[in-house]
C-alpha cells in the first residue's frame, strides 16, 4: 500500500472516528442555601401582603440562620410587618436589634429612620425629635435625610413649633426631587399660618424668590393685617403682587388691600365723648365734660391744624342707650371714644366689635379684658389698696392691721383687697368686723373689734325685767333704798373690774364714705382705740370728714389719683387754668377726663396716624404721659399704669406724702 492510500484511509478513520457519538458525563448537582430558600418564600408573601404569613417565614429564617447573610434583611422586613399590623413596640424592637446586632449592615440607616417614624406614630413627639437629631448626625443620606427633615417637620407641628417645623419642611424641600416638591410646599404652607413676622422674615430672607417664598410673603402681609398694623400690611401686599403676579394668592391680596383702605376712612380728628348728662349720674357727667372741653380749649390755643373736633353724646345713665349711643359715634366716623363713667361695659363691648378705640372712666371690674381696644384711665381698687398697703408696711414698718367695713358691695370690695394686701406684704389682719350701712350707732361693731362686746344670755335678760317689774316695790321701801347704797369704794371697785379694750392693731382701715367715716372715728377715741394710724379710701379726701372730726381725723391716710394742692407744675397750671375758667376747683373727675382727652388729642394729630389701630397702638405704647393726675401710661391689656397719691391730714387741710 501506498503512502498516499495509507493517508487517505487514516484521515477516513478520523473523520468516523470524530462523528461517533460522545458519552455523556453525569451533571454536577447545584446547592441552593436553604435559608435563600426560606428568605425568598417569605418575600413573596411579603410583596402579595399576606404579613402574618410572611412574618412566620422571616421568623423562622432568624431562627434557623441568626448569622445568614439575610438575616438583617429579614430582620428589617420583620420590623416593616410589625408597623404594618400597627405593633410599634414590636417593631422597636426589630429596628433596635438590627442597629445593634448589625452595625455594619446598610438597611441600619432604614431602621434608623423607621424608629423616627414608629415614635411619631406612637404620638411620642419629643422621643421622635431626639431620635431624628440623632439620625442627622450619622450623615445618612438620599431619601432617608429628606424623610428625616419631613418627621421632624411633623413632629414638631404636632407639638406647636410652626418655626422649627417649617425650617426642617424647608431643609427637606432642598434636598428633594422634583415630585416631591408640590407635597413638602403644601406642608410648608400649613406650618407657616402660626408663625410671627420676625420668623417670616428670617424664612423669606432664606428662600429668597423660591418657593414657597410668595406663600410666606403673602402671609406676612396678613399678620400685619391681623394685628392691625396696616401701613405695614399694604405694603407688604403689595409688594407681593409686584414679586409674584401668577401667585394663586394675588387675588386674595389685592382684596385684601381695598379692605385695609376701607379702615382708613374715618374722621382723624373727630373724638366722640360718652357721658351721662342727664339721669342718675348726671353730676359727675358734667363734671367730665369740663375737664374735657377745657382740654379742647388748651390744645385748640396751641394752634395745631388740623383742629379736633367733639362730637358728644349724653348716655342717660342708661346701659341700652349708652350701646346705641356708640353705634352713632361710630357712624359718625369718630376716631376715638372718651368715656363712659357708669355704664362702661356695654359701651366697650360695641366698641371693640366696630374696632374703635375708647378710654373708659370707670372702677368696673375687668373693663379692660373685653378687648385690645378698651381701655381704662381710672385708678381702681386695687390700686388704692396696693399704694395704701406697700407704704405703711414699708414705709412705717406696720405689721398687724384691723378693718372696719361697712356691709355693702363697696366695703366688702375693699375689705377683702386690703386683707388679701397686707398678707402679701407678710402682714397680719388680727380683727375684721362690719357694720350695717343704716345705722348712724356703731358701737357694737367697735366694741367687737376690740373685745367689749359681750352677748348676755337669755336666762340673765329674763331675770332683769322681773328686777325691772319689782322696780316700784323696791322703792317705795326705805330700808331697801338704804341697803341699796353703794359706797365710792365699791364703785371704784367695779369700774376696775371693767375690762379694757383690746388693741393689738398699728392700723385700722375703714374703706367708708366721710359721712360715716367721720361718725365712726370719734367713736373709736370713745372705746380707747387711739394712738393707731387711720386709713381710707380717696373717698376720704373730702373737706366733710375734717369738719365733722377733725379732732381725731389727724394723720390719718388716704391715696388719691389726683390732688389739687400738689407742687407738680402740671398741676397747678391745670387748677389754675380750670378755676379761671369755671371759678371753681376741679376734683378728680374733671383731672382724669381732661387728661384722657389731650393723650387722645396728641395722639389723632400725629402724622403717621392712619388707622384707628394705630391709635390703639399708639395709647398700647403709651408711656408716662405727663397730665394733671401725674404721669400715665397703659399696660399690654389697656389697664391703667399710675402712681397716686398719698395724703395725710394735718390740722385742716391734706398734706401730700413723700413715697419716695
Keep these: 500500500m501506498s503512502l498516499k492510500n495509507t493517508i487517505i484511509l487514516l484521515i477516513t478513520a478520523l473523520f468516523f472516528a470524530a462523528c461517533a457519538p460522545k458519552q455523556l458525563q453525569p451533571a454536577r448537582p447545584v446547592y441552593v442555601d436553604p435559608g435563600d430558600i426560606l428568605f425568598a418564600q417569605a418575600e413573596d408573601l411579603f410583596q402579595i401582603k399576606s404579613y402574618e404569613k410572611a412574618l412566620a417565614k422571616y421568623t423562622e429564617y432568624l431562627s434557623k440562620f441568626s448569622k445568614g447573610r439575610l438575616a438583617d434583611a429579614a430582620l428589617m422586613k420583620t420590623g416593616t410587618i410589625w408597623s404594618n399590623l400597627g405593633n410599634n413596640a414590636k417593631a422597636l424592637n426589630c429596628y433596635n436589634r438590627l442597629i445593634a446586632d448589625y452595625p455594619k449592615s446598610p438597611f441600619v440607616p432604614d431602621a434608623m429612620v423607621e424608629i423616627v417614624v414608629t415614635l411619631y406614630n406612637e404620638g411620642k413627639y419629643n422621643e421622635a425629635i431626639k431620635q431624628a437629631n440623632e439620625v442627622i448626625g450619622s450623615n445618612i443620606a438620599g431619601i432617608n435625610i429628606v424623610r428625616t427633615y419631613l418627621f421632624l417637620g411633623d413632629a414638631h407641628l404636632a407639638t406647636g413649633s410652626s418655626k422649627d417645623a417649617v425650617n426642617f419642611y424647608i431643609l427637606a424641600l432642598n434636598k428633594s426631587k422634583d415630585p416631591a416638591k408640590e407635597t413638602i410646599i403644601a406642608k410648608i404652607n400649613e406650618a407657616a399660618g402660626p408663625l410671627g413676622t420676625a420668623d417670616i422674615i428670617s424664612f423669606l430672607n432664606q428662600l429668597e424668590d423660591k418657593p414657597p417664598a410668595g406663600y410666606l410673603m403673602y402671609r406676612l402681609g396678613q399678620n400685619k393685617a391681623e394685628k392691625e398694623k396696616y401701613d405695614d400690611a399694604e405694603k407688604i401686599l403689595s409688594q407681593f403682587i409686584e414679586r409674584f403676579p401668577g401667585h394663586k394668592n394675588a387675588s386674595k391680596a389685592q382684596k385684601l388691600i381695598e379692605e385695609i383702605r376701607k379702615k382708613g376712612v374715618y374722621s382723624k380728628y373727630t373724638i366722640g365723648c360718652l357721658l351721662p348728662l342727664s339721669g342718675t349720674y348726671e353730676s359727675f357727667g358734667r363734671r367730665a365734660l369740663k375737664g374735657i372741653e377745657l382740654a379742647m380749649n388748651q390744645f385748640c390755643s396751641q394752634g395745631i391744624q388740623p383742629a379736633v373736633k367733639l362730637i358728644i353724646k349724653d348716655t342717660e345713665s342708661d346701659t341700652n342707650k349708652t350701646a346705641a349711643a356708640v353705634k352713632e359715634l361710630f357712624e359718625d366716623h369718630v376716631a376715638a371714644i372718651i368715656g363712659p363713667i357708669f355704664t362702661a361695659e356695654s359701651a366697650a363691648l360695641v366698641a371693640q366689635d366696630k374696632s374703635i378705640p375708647i378710654i373708659t372712666i370707670t372702677q368696673k371690674n375687668n373693663i379692660a379684658d373685653i378687648g385690645d381696644y378698651v381701655f381704662r384711665n381710672f385708678f381702681t381698687p386695687m390700686m388704692q389698696v396696693h399704694t395704701l398697703v406697700s407704704y405703711v408696711i414699708e414705709k412705717l414698718g406696720l405689721g398687724s392691721f384691723a378693718i372696719l367695713y361697712p356691709d355693702d358691695n363697696y366695703?366688702?370690695?375693699?375689705?377683702?383687697?386690703?386683707?388679701?394686701?397686707?398678707?402679701?406684704?407678710?402682714?397680719?389682719?388680727?380683727?375684721?368686723?362690719?357694720?350695717?350701712?343704716?345705722?348712724?350707732?356703731?358701737?357694737?361693731?367697735?366694741?367687737?373689734?376690740?373685745?367689749?362686746?359681750?352677748?348676755?344670755?337669755?336666762?340673765?335678760?329674763?331675770?332683769?325685767?322681773?328686777?325691772?317689774?319689782?322696780?316700784?316695790?323696791?322703792?317705795?321701801?326705805?330700808?331697801?333704798?338704804?341697803?341699796?347704797?353703794?359706797?365710792?369704794?365699791?364703785e371704784e371697785n367695779k369700774e376696775e373690774q371693767e375690762p379694757e379694750a383690746i388693741v393689738d392693731f398699728d392700723a385700722i382701715f375703714i374703706p367708708d364714705a366721710p359721712e360715716r367715716a367721720g361718725l365712726i372715728i370719734p367713736q373709736l377715741a370713745f372705746y380707747d382705740v387711739e394712738n393707731v394710724y387711720l386709713l381710707g379710701t380717696n373717698l376720704w379726701h373730702c373737706d366733710s370728714l375734717i369738719k365733722m372730726a377733725r379732732r381725731y381725723v389727724q394723720n390719718a391716710i388716704m391715696p388719691d389719683v389726683f390732688f389739687a394742692e400738689s407742687s407738680s407744675k402740671q398741676v397747678g397750671d391745670f387748677v389754675a387754668v380750670f378755676e379761671q375758667t369755671f371759678k371753681e376747683k376741679p376734683e378728680f373727675i374733671e383731672a382724669v377726663a381732661y387728661d384722657s382727652a389731650m393723650i387722645l388729642f396728641q395722639i389723632v394729630s400725629r402724622p403717621d396716624i392712619r388707622y384707628r389701630s394705630s391709635i390703639k397702638n399708639a395709647l398700647m405704647n403709651l408711656n408716662n404721659f405727663q397730665g394733671a393726675t401725674g404721669l400715665t401710661s397703659f399696660n399690654n391689656n389697656g389697664e391703667i399704669k399710675k402712681r397716686l397719691y398719698l395724703l395725710r391730714i394735718k390740722g385742716k387741710k391734706f398734706m401730700e406724702l413723700n413715697q419716695n
Design 411 to 490: 366695703g366688702t370690695t375693699f375689705m377683702n383687697l386690703f386683707w388679701d394686701e397686707v398678707t402679701a406684704y407678710g402682714g397680719k389682719v388680727v380683727g375684721v368686723e362690719s357694720y350695717n350701712v343704716e345705722h348712724t350707732d356703731f358701737a357694737d361693731s367697735i366694741k367687737k373689734l376690740v373685745g367689749l362686746y359681750y352677748e348676755v344670755p337669755e336666762d340673765l335678760k329674763i331675770m332683769d325685767i322681773l328686777i325691772e317689774d319689782d322696780g316700784d316695790n323696791v322703792a317705795e321701801d326705805e330700808e331697801a333704798g338704804k341697803e341699796d347704797d353703794i359706797s365710792k369704794d365699791e
